[in-house]
């Protein structure tokens, strides 16, 4: 099967569960003439991609009130504006890990006048990123097993080489915030995410506005694990009033820098 036509399965496959509400993998299976596997290895990008959601042996459609209509050029203002807000708390000499992410990696630039920095990242998107500062930190990678839906390294060896350090922040994105629970994710890969948090001191969560109050299914760091999160000032005042109620810093980063 070459890549055109997983491609084009992909797409088939977000179209009939758009069409008909929800399909089981059986189904799918059959449709396509492919195996099982197969299918559920599909579901899982789709879902990772936001386009889908895996449900009871199947899935269906994104619920209508996830589905962002932003403008693409507006999302980046934001996630720029972010980034700025979370550099800011970055001191020189510091200990960090910067997780995998479009919004993490995009603080990166920002971090050519920090010193004598220490990071550790699971994405080589952020490490070939950091090898293009000035002053370039010193780069410590997780290892582990390639998860190419998250597109970074998960798993027990990563995990254990996290164990072996202590690091002062966590810059960590998230695909939704969950008012009452925490962080969630499409990603069903959540361990390494938690030790993370276990081995860093403040854990600062990067997340644009629109993706909160989302309701993903996947819990990736309860609200007791988090110190820290930073967004955009279209946050709504009742959404600001709840995270601060969880005992959170609030940074709600101005677009109009």
């Known amino acids: 099967m070459t890549k055109r036509n997983t491609q084009q399965r992909r797409h088939a496959i977000v179209a009939l569960v758009q069409e008909q509400g929800e399909v089981s993998v059986d189904t799918l299976a059959r449709h396509f003439s492919t195996s099982e596997v ?59 890990i910067i997780d995998s992410g479009t919004t993490t990696s995009a603080m990166i630039p920002l971090l050519g006048s920090k010193r004598g920095l220490i990071v550790m990242t699971n994405s080589l998107n952020v490490a070939g990123a950091l090898r293009e500062l000035e002053n370039e930190p010193t780069l410590l990678m997780t290892g582990g097993t390639w998860d190419p839906h998250s597109e970074s390294f998960q798993g027990q060896v990563a995990e254990q080489v996290l164990r072996s350090y202590d690091f002062d922040q966590l810059f960590i994105g998230a695909d939704g915030i969950d008012l009452e629970r ?18 860093s001191r403040e854990v600062i969560v990067m997340v644009e506005s629109e993706k909160i109050g989302r309701r993903i ?16 000032d279209a946050l709504a005042p009742e959404a600001r009033e709840k995270i601060q109620a969880q005992g959170v810093t609030l940074i709600c980063a101005p677009l109009n820098h």
């Open 38 to 96: 197969t299918i559920r290895k599909d579901l899982a990008v789709l879902e990772t991609g936001g386009l889908l959601l895996r449900r009871y042996g199947g899935a269906i459609p994104l619920p209508t009130e996830m589905v962002a209509e932003e403008n693409p050029e507006q999302v980046s203002k934001r996630k720029q504006a972010i980034a700025r807000a979370a550099a800011e708390r970055l001191r020189d000499h510091n200990r960090v």
């Open 182 to 199: 925490g962080t969630t994710t499409f990603n069903e890969l959540v361990g390494l995410s938690r030790v993370m948090a276990e081995v």
């Open 217 to 232: 299914p996947n819990l990736e760091l309860p609200w007791g694990r988090i110190q820290t999160l930073v967004t955009d």
